[in-house]
C-alpha cells in the first residue's frame, strides 16, 4: 500500500509540475463548459428584456403579477406606456412587451383574469418562456379565487402562501429549460471526452518509463508491475475525480447551469464512465509499443467515438445508422443516463445503463490484462 | 567467506536462441567480481536474471542463501542494479530521483534524507541537488544513474558497464567509488568492455562467451591459463606496408592484432620465431621502432580463449 502511494505521489508531482497540465488536466474540461455556454446559451448571456405597461394602476394583484416577472431569473423589465412599448419593440430594443389593461387586478382576484396581452416581434420560443411562467402563474391565482367563492379573507390567506412559494419557485422551473439541458448534456460531452483523452495521457507514462528506461529499474526494486500499473490506475482515478467535481463546481457555482440531476448521482455516473476510461487506455496501452503508436491509437478511437456518441453535438441530428452504432460505446450510455436523469427517472430505475457502463469497464480491463499477461513472458513488460 | 550469489545452471533462450547457456558461478562476499564478455555475450541477460526483471528459462540464482524465484521481494531489496542504459528521470532533480528510488525500498523521512544525500556525494553530486539531469554531461548522468541504485545500501550492486561512453575524469570518480563501495562491504559484479578497468579492480574474473563462461579466477590464474603463449610487441612507424597475412604464415604465430603503430603478435611460446617475424617485417619495409616479448595480459587471454576482441 506504502508503495503505491509512494509511486501514486511521484507520478502526480512530476505530471503536475507541468504547467501544461493543469490546462490539459483541468483547464480543458472547464473550457469545454465555457464553450458549451457560448454555444447553447445566447438566453443565458444576456437577460430578456422586458416591457410592461401598466394601465390597471396600483392594484395589489397587478403589483403582484409585475413583481413575479421581474422575480424570474434572467429577466429585466422596464415599466413604459403603451407608445413606447410599441416603437422599443420595433426597434428590438424589447424581446417581449406585455400590457395589463385597466381591470385586469381585479378580473384577476376574481378568477377571470382578462385583458392580459403579450407582444413580441422574435420567434415565439423567445416569448414563450414568459408567457408560459405567466399563464402558470395567473392560472395558479385564478384557481385560488374560484375556489374561496368570494370570500375575501380566505383568498388574501391562500393568495399569500402561494405567493411565497411561487415567487420561490420560480428560479428552479427556469431551470428546467431546454436550454439548459443543451448546455449540460453538451458541458458533459466535453468533460467526457477531455476524460477520455487525459487518462490516455496519463496511461501513457507507463510507456514513457519504459522507454526512458525507469520501468526497468522500478521492477529491479522491490515493486511488482501488478502495484506499478495499479499506482497509475490510482492516479488516473484521482485526476478524474478532480476533473468531474472541478466541472460540476464550475458549472453550477461559476457559470449557474443547473443539470437538474442530484450532485451525487451525476458524480456516480460520471465515474463509473471513467473507469471505463481508464480501462480503455490501458487497453491501448497494452497493445502500443511506443507512446507515439499510443497516441495514434488513442485519437483514432476517442475522436471518432465520441464524435458518433454525441459528445460534440445533440444526437437528435444523428442519421439512425449512427445512432444505432453508439449502442456500442460507453460515452453514449453515459450521455443517455445523463438524458434520462434529467428527464426525471429515477436513478435506481437505470440500472441497464450502470450495468453497461460497469461492463464496458470490465471488458476493456479483462482484454487490457490479458495482452499484459501475454507481454509478461520477459517479465521486462507489464 | 560465505557466497553472496550462487548461479546453477542457468539458461536463458529467447526463442530458439541461446542467450545465456548452462551457467554456473559463484560470486563470494567482498569480491568485486568482474564479468567479461564480448558484445551480445550474455552479460546483461544473466544480470536481468540476477535482478528478476527476467525469468530464467531452466536453472537457479541463489542471493544470500534464498533462491530468488521464490523469495523475490527479499532478493530484489537486497540488489541495487546499475542498468547498462540510464535509467533516471530526466523532469525530476537528481535528489528526487535518487529520493524516488530509494524511497521504494521502504526508506522514508529523515532516513531517507540521510541515505539520499549520502549517495549523491558519494558520486560526486553533491553540489547537484536541485539540478536536473537534463542539463547533466555524460559522465554526471552516469553517476546520477549510480547513485539510484545504492541509497538503499544493497548487500550486492551490480554495474553493467557504467563507464560506457564517458570523460576519462567521471571514469575514474565510478573506478574510485566502486573501490570504495567494496571497502564499506558491498560485494560487486562489475561488466565491462574495457579489461583495463576490469584488471584493475577485479579480484575475480568470468570471461563469458555465447551464453558460457570459459574461463574463471583472479587475473593471475587466468594469465596463467596460456602460459603456453606468448606475446610479441613490436613498434613501427607506418602501418600500411604490413601484410598480417604473411605473419600469421610464420610457425607459432597464433593471432596478430595491429592498432597504434605496434604489431601485437601472440605467438606458441615454445617456437623461437623472432628472427623470422622481423625478417619478414623487414621484407614489408616496415621500420621497425622497438621489439618487446610481453607476458599474456588479459587481452591476450581473452582473445586466445574467445578468439574475438573484446570490443569491436
Ligand atoms: N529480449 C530479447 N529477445 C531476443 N534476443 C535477445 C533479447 N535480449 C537479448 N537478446 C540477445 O541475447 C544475446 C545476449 O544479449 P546481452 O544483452 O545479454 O549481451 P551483453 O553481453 O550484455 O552484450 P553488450 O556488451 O552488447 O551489452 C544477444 O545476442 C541479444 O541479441
Ligand atoms: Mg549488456
Known sequence: MNEILWLVRKTLRSTFRK??????FIGLPLIGVLVSM????????QPLRVGIVNADGDQALTQDAIQFIQGLDQVKITLMDDETLRSDIAAGKLDTGIRFGAGFGESLGAGRPADVQVLSVKGASVTAYVKAMLN??????????????????????????????SFKVSAETLEDTSHVKDMTYQSLGFLIAFMMFSSVNLTELILKEKENRTFLRLLSSPVSARTYVLSNVLVNLFVIVIQIVATLFFMKNVFHIDSGIPTGELITVLLLF?????????LIVAFAKTTASAGALSNLIVTPTCLLAGCYFPMDIMPDAVKRISNFLPQHWLLDTVNKLQHGEAFGSLYLNLAILLAFAAAF????????????DTRLFV | MSNVLEIRNLTKKFGDFIAVDNMSLAVREGEIFGFLGANGAGKSTTINMISSLLRSTKGEIDLLGKNIAKNAKFAKSNIGVVPQDLAIYEDMTAYENVSFFAGLYGLRGEQLKERTVEALEFVGLGDKHKAYPKNFSGGMKRRLNIACAIAHRPKLIIMDEPTVGIDPQSRNYILNSVRKLNDMGCTIIYTSHYMEEVEEICTRIAIVDHGKIIAEGTKE?????ITDTKDIWIGIKSEDEIKVESLKQIPGVATVRIED???MINSKAEVNNLNQIIQQLIRDRAEIRSVE????????VFLTLTGRNLRD
Do not use: C, H
Open chain 1, 19 to 24: 504547467k501544461s497540465s493543469w490546462l490539459v
Open chain 1, 38 to 45: 457560448l454555444l447553447y446559451g445566447s438566453f443565458n448571456g
Open chain 1, 136 to 165: 402558470d402563474y395567473l392560472g395558479n391565482v385564478a384557481s385560488i379565487a374560484q375556489s374561496v367563492q368570494g370570500d375575501k379573507a380566505a383568498f388574501d390567506r391562500l393568495y399569500e402562501a402561494y405567493r411565497q412559494s
Open chain 1, 274 to 282: 471513467g473507469l471505463a476510461a481508464i480501462s480503455l487506455s490501458l
Open chain 1, 365 to 376: 480491463a479483462l482484454i487490457a490484462i490479458y495482452r499484459f499477461g501475454r507481454n509478461n
Open chain 2, 221 to 225: 590464474q587466468l594469465k596463467a591459463i
Open chain 2, 261 to 263: 603503430q605496434m604489431v
Open chain 2, 293 to 300: 616479448e610481453q607476458a599474456p595480459n588479459l587481452e591476450t
